[in-house]
């Protein structure tokens, strides 16, 4: 069985020499901020302190990094969120440099795509029912009248629309 995450900040409290620092110097009130738990364990407004340990905040950022309910958040959001509970030196540069390091992020997120190019205006349409696009949804069930689709007609001047039941199975001869 592994300890709990709490268990593991627990037993490397004592390999810390900076919290180890504070901890001797909370009497004299160099450090405003920290307090002792109940438990023994050094917390920072509220939040528990984290030893300098790789391999434990290692496994706190893959925690809140690569697991089902967190989806690759970026390295602000990650920041937001692990900074209400756990305090560590320089935590926001190592959560940035995590979410750099992570191939995933890297193929995914928008600033490492290609940019697509120069934007161009849309021409607008002088007259009416002059510029159109049509779509058709179907799979839908049947109706009283053997229609199972529906062809959607839209203006793009006007942005008026036609909806028609059709069948799908009738063919462009039918439609036109």
Not at 26 to 35: A, I, N, S, T
Not at 62 to 80: D, L, Q, V
Not at 112 to 122: I, T
Request: aromatic share 10%.
């Amino acid at each position: 069985m592994q300890p709990s995450l709490l268990e593991q900040i627990k037993s490397h409290k004592e390999e810390d020499a900076k919290l180890q620092r504070i901890k001797q110097n909370l009497e004299r009130g160099k450090f405003p901020g920290f307090v002792i738990d109940e438990d023994g364990t050094l917390r920072f407004q509220n939040r528990l302190c984290v030893p300098d340990h790789s391999e434990l905040k290692e496994k706190i950022l893959a925690e809140a990094h690569n697991t089902r309910y967190s989806i690759h958040p970026g390295g602000t959001k990650m920041y937001r969120d692990l900074k209400q509970y756990f305090w560590w030196d320089n935590m926001k540069r190592e959560i940035a440099e995590y979410v750099d390091r992570c191939l995933t992020c890297q193929k995914v997120k928008a600033k490492h795509q290609r940019p697509v190019g120069e934007l161009r205006s849309v021409e607008i349409p002088t007259w009416k029912w002059d510029s159109i696009s049509m779509d058709f949804i179907i799979g839908l069930p049947f109706l009283g009248s053997k229609k199972n689709a529906i062809w959607t007609i839209v203006d793009s001047l006007t942005k008026s629309a036609h909806f028609l039941p059709i069948h799908d199975a009738w063919g462009i001869e039918r439609l036109t």
